[in-house]
Each structure stands twice: as structure tokens, then as C-alpha cells.
């Protein structure tokens, strides 16, 4: 077998396998979303320790994880049932901070702390002193 | 009596420590003068204070000694013998002890290491080091957290203890029964295991911090003290994964919700400073390899151990439940004006000595070996960065404006999730990238068939049914990383083989001898790898379920046929066990008989689950009830955890590279003038 053929059949078989990997990541996964407990998830139950309501066994948080069930069933809108909390709880309640008010600042300090890292390890290229790059082989 | 006699432990433990400090500095300021004739007793007496102590703690509590306030608040007559014994780490004060036994045991290592070695006035200024942190530690155990307090009234009806003396000595009275320890904190053996791992690791990282504020006392430039520092990392580095994991699988054998992580302040605590240690393991390698990096390297085992003590902060003062109950636990404060002395202490004598320790050569190309660990030690730090963050943010903004908000689960994972895939691909091909500047040619000639191995990874998993983006990007990075490896290893012996005419399989051996530090890394990589894939399907393709059920009842669930044979009772001293048992059949064959329980501790009125779980390659099929009643209805929830065994096999092989590492090094010791080391990490 010739060597550009050897190259060619590598090749299409690459993207033979890319492209299953792909359609298979398009179809996606056939579980169905809970959307109960995703809701739950980003509720925090109010007497326990960083607990989510989907997560702890308390009564309350049980108690609160049905009420989720009830809005789910009658058609609520994720917006509609986390204003119901928020209304009732505070934002306080909420686990997962909104990019927005009090919680703005804690989404875009890391952002802050990448641009300023990422300034830093440039910073440090910039200033070398020219040094003679080594040979690298394949051993090295 | 078994109280007064662990107090003079404490106190022994903790003059000794002051003798230490004293004693170490001053044989690293004589040096040849001073022949360290009196550094031994220092030393002996940290360990003997040490262990008296924590023998006193399990005496009194094997012995349901209850004049012990300790006892009598955290364990009882009918607590069986393995939580009694567990119950020394099982509160605040107690945990102290084991904090301060590891710590004793940490300088007796030291010390044995540095006998072998002669004079070594770095050593002797670690050893001192070690003094001033053991000395706080034993001072906060004979004062705000002394666990050998005596109990000077007792609740109603002899139970618990309800107000203490300071003074061991002083009149005490013992009541006829304990509290108990926490409920959750008996249902599970692990809880024997899990704590002392972790501490070991945790504490573990005072060492390196010691050898880090030595150099820098000394200043010691060069790579004496990083190598020794790395050497000790990496011991505390090992224990802090598997204390992390035996955790996360604590969760999941008892929080009865099938989860293993949560973003838990408690968990943060000790993930924050094995984000830095892990950075720490990588940034050394550079520095050896190539002299750069060296300030950073300081400030990084420096953070790495303000962190440990950070999280003991958050964790022990009971700040993160409110800030508003900071002055009630009187340790809080200690714990926080040592992390100030900590923090002020170790970054001015940085500062002093900064222009002493560090280098000068500037990394040549960023895609190099050296600028691979750059951006992984970027995203570490900022990694670790963000879930202190995410810890502290509620904190400082009540702090401020007296607001509550929350930071949870899907702030974590929001952020945690592109970081870590990140974090995976400088971590695959980083290893493969040569020092100093690298041809494109040379890497894509390392990494062009590993990545097609990827691909065959990600394809076998979408024909096991798997679909999911996540877990198909992990599955590539699994089999690509595996692929990388063995693929340098194969080439490394080829070459070795026909230079010295020798069998390939001898020649891939020696060589994973040769380096074990770069080869036991590349362990740990496929075991990250194996645990994203872990993580990334229990994340998507977990199924979850509730059903209620009386006896004789059967559902339907992921597969399964769970049917619902009969409740049941027990009664055991210390607990009643309300049960049901189920038999778990896929197709026509029987695969389990499941018994999941509610335990309710004669302490508590809240019951705690114990979930029933059956393993298998395919997944973990787990049962835990959420309600039981007398007449045998029951609620059941119904996971269906797909391959979570990835989670508990690329943990534990991350560590056991380490381990690999560590043993090796160990066996090969020798000192060698020139490290022949080819790979470097």
C-alpha cells in the first residue's frame, strides 16, 4: 500500500470517528431533565447548612421541593417559580447568584483575576533575556 | 483523673514546643557550634505531650469516663466501640487533639529525616518553625478549646454535661449517660478513616510551610530547599487527596441523596489548599528544571498553608453559619489573629528576603514545558481563588450591608466546570511539550495518534449509549491522556532498547523508575482524567426517582424491577432501625436484596438514612427511604448512578501516582549530584 494512501485511509478515519462523536454530542443524552430538581438545586433550604432543598432530608426542604413539584406541574415558568421563593424568602435564598445587584461583583472578579494572570505570565515572556533555544527531540 | 493527666499532655506538648522553636533557631544561628545535643528532648516532648493527650481522649471516652465534659457531650454508654474511639475527632475540641498528635508526628519525621543529614541548619530553622505552630496549636488545647475540661453539672437526669471547669483537678461530678456523638457522624465506618486521612494531609502542609519560612530565614536560595519542600508536599499532597475522596464517599454511603460533593464550606476548606499544593507540585518541577519561578514558589507554599488555616477558620469559629455568632466560639478569634501573625509574619520576611531567593532568567517561549505549568498554575490559582470567593462572598457582603445572599452548587459548578476542561487539555499535552521552546512539529508528532485514541475512547462510550457532550469530552480526554502516556513510555523504551540492545519491557521498567516523579504524574493525569468522566456522568446521565410504596408494591425504574417485600424494626442500644427490604431484579434475574434504613439515635429526634446501594460496572442502583411508617407505606427515592465507579477509581489513582512517586523516590534516594531526571515533572 502506497504511503499517501496509508495517509489518506488514516484520515478519513479520523473524521469518521469525529463525526460520530459529534452527531452522538448533537442527538444528546435521552434522559429526561428533571426540571424539579434542577429548580431544586438552586434553592437553598433555609435551615440548613449550604444545603440545596434537592439535596438535604429535612422536612422543610422536602416540604419546599413539593411546592416546586405543584408549580412544575401546573406549567410555571423557572422564572415565575424562582420569584416565588424570592418573594417569599429574599434573595437570600437563592444558590446560584444573579449576574446582576450584590452578587455582580462576585462573576467578575475571576474574569478581573484571568485578564490579570494571563497579563502577568505575558509580562514574564516579554522581559526575557534571549537565550539560544535548545534542540528538542523526539527523547526530550 | 484520665483529665488531669491529659491536660499535663497538652501542657508538656505545648512548653515543649516553645523549647523546639527556641532550641531550632537557635542550632540554625550557631550551626558547627552548636552540636543540637538539645534539640532531642524538645522533640520528645512535643510527641510524648502529644500522644498522652490523645491516649487521655479515647481512655475517657472507651472508659465512659463522663466527669470528661468532652465525653459526656460526644459519646454514651451504648455508642459501639469503633464511634466511641471515633468520637475523639468527632467535635471541635477533640479534633484539635488529633490536629495536634498529626502535627507532633510531622516533627518527629522532620527530625528523623535531618539526623541522617549532619549539620543542616535548614533543618533546624524548619524545626523551630514547627515549634511556633505546635506551640499555638497546644496553647488553644489548654485554653478556649481544652477538651479535658470537667463537668461541674450535669443536664437533668445525670445526662450530658451542662457546665465545666476549666481545671482538670478541680471537683467534678459524672453523670450516668452521654449525649452520644452527632448521629450522622456514627453511621458510617469511614468516619473512623476519612477525618485522620485528611488531617494527616492537612496538616501535613505545615511542613513545607516550615521549610519554605526556613530558606527564606536562611536566605537560601537554590533548589536545597525546594527539593526537600516538594518531598514533604507531596506526602501531605497524597493524604489530602485520599482524605478528600474517603470524604466524598462518606457522603455518599450516608447523606442519602447519592451525592459526593456539595460545595460545602466544609468540603472548600480542604479543596482550596489541595488546589495550591498541586500548583506547588508543578511550579517546583520548573524551577528545578529550568531555576525560574522561585518568588513564586515561596508565596505559593505560603498561601497553601493561610489557606489550611483559613479553612479551619471558616470551619471550626461557626463564622459561615452567620457572621453574627463570630464572638461566641472563643477559638474563632485565636484562629484568626494566628492566620493574621501567619500571613503578616511569612509575607514580610518574604518581602526582606525576596531579593535574595529569587531568579532572574525569564522563560524563553510560552509554548514550553515551563509555560504549560504556567497556565496550569494560573488556572489553579485562580481556581483556587474562586472558591474562596465563592466561600467568603456572603460573608463580606453581610459583612457590609447586612444583605443575605447565597453561593452555592451552581456558582461552583458554573465556574468549575470550563476551568477543569481547561485545566485538562494544559494537563494532556503539557507533559509533552520540551522545555524551554518547543517545535509544533515535535509536539503534534507526540500527540497525533493519542488523539485519535481519543477519539476511539469517545466513540466506544456513544456505542455503550452514551451520549451526552460532557461526558464524551471527558471520555476523549481519558482515552487521549492513557494514549499520551503509554505512547512516551513505548517510545522512551524503544530508544533505550536499541541503544542498549535490551528487552523493551526491562527498558520501559527502568525508565519508570528513572523518573518516578514525571511517570507517578502521569498516573495522577489519567486519574483526573477517569474522575472528569466520572463527574461529568454523574452530572447528566444520573436518574432520579421517588415512589410510594406498601408491602408487596413493585415500580419500575431505569431498567430495574424493584419490588417491595417487607418493613422491619430493630432495636440496637443506641439506635432504632426502621427498614425495608426490596429485591432488585433486571429481566428475570434476582441482581440484589436491598435494605435501606432510617436510624433514629436515642440523642436526636431527627433520623438519619442509611442508603442501600448496589454496585455494579454499569452503575450503582441506590435506595434510600424518605419515609416509613407503621403500617409499612413508605416513600423511596431511586438513583440510578451510571459507571460512578470512574469517580472512586480516577480519585484513588490520582493519588496512588503520588504514591508511586513518593515510593520510588523513596527506594532511590541515593543523592545524586546530577538528577538524571529526563521529563522533569
Redesign the interface.
Known sequence: MSEVLRRWL?GV??VA??A??VV??I?????AQ?RV?ALG??I?CPVC????I??S??ETS?AMLSVVAEKVAAGESDGQIIEYFTDRY????????PFRG??LA?WL??LV??AG??A???G??R???T?P??P????? | MIATVGFLGVVVAAVSSAALAVRGFHASAAGERDTSRWLPYPVLGVVVGAVVAMISLEAGLLADDFSIAYVANNSATTTPFLYKAASAWAALEGSLVLWGLVLALFVLSVWVGRARRGEDRLGAAALGFLGLVSLFVFVILATVSNPFEVCTATYQGGIGCAQTAALPWSASVAGVEGFGPNPLLQNHPLMALHPPTLYVGYVGLTVPFAFAMAALLRAESGDGWLRRTRSWTRIAWIFLTLGIVLGGLWSYEV???G?YW????VENASFMPWLLATAFLHSAAVQLRRGVLQSWNFVLVIATFALTILGTFLTRSGV??SVHSFTQSAIGPALLWFLMIVLVGSLGLFAMRAHLVSS???????FSRE?AI??NN?LL??FA??VI??TL??LI?EAV?G?????????FDR?AVPLSFALILAMAVGPFV??????PG?VW??IRHP??AG??A??AV?LLG????W??LAA?FAGFVVALALRQLW??AR?AAAKAGGNIVVEAGRALRRDPAYWGGQLSHIGVALLAMGIALSA??A??GTVEMTPGGSASFAGHEVAYTAPFIRELPNKTVFGATFEVRRGSDLVAVLEPRLNQYASSR?TV?SPAVDSGWRGDFYLAL?SWDEDGAIALDLYWFPWIWLVWAGAFTTAIGGFFAWLIRRRTAAPRPAPQE?FGV
Do not use: H
Not at chain 2, 452514551?466 to 457532550?469: C, E, K, Y
Open positions: 488514516a478515519c479520523t470517528l469525529a460520530v462523536v452522538a454530542m442527538i444528546g443524552e435521552d434522559t428533571d430538581l438545586t438552586r437553598k447548612q449550604g444545603e440545596s434537592a439535596e432530608p429535612s422536602t429574599g434573595s437570600g435564598i437563592l444558590l446560584d447568584p450584590r452578587t462576585l472578579t475571576p483575576a484571568l494572570g494571563v502577568l505570565i505575558l514574564l515572556r522581559r526575557r533575556v537565550a533555544a535548545a528538542d527531540g523526539e527523547s526530550r | 447523606l442519602g441523596w451525592g456539595a460545595w460545602d464550606p459561615i453559619v532572574s532568567p525569564r522563560i524563553d517561549s510560552l509555560g504556567l497556565v494560573l490559582a485562580l481563588f474562586v470567593l465563592g462572598y456572603p457582603v450591608s444583605d443575605t445572599v447565597g453561593v452555592g452548587r451552581p456558582f465556574v520540551p522545555y524551554r521552546a518547543a517545535r515535535v508528532r507526540r488523539l485519535r477519539l476511539v469517545a466513540v456513544v452514551r451520549r451526552n457532550g461526558v464524551l476523549f517510545v522512551t530508544a447528566n446521565s436518574v432520579r431527627q438514612a424518605a529526563v
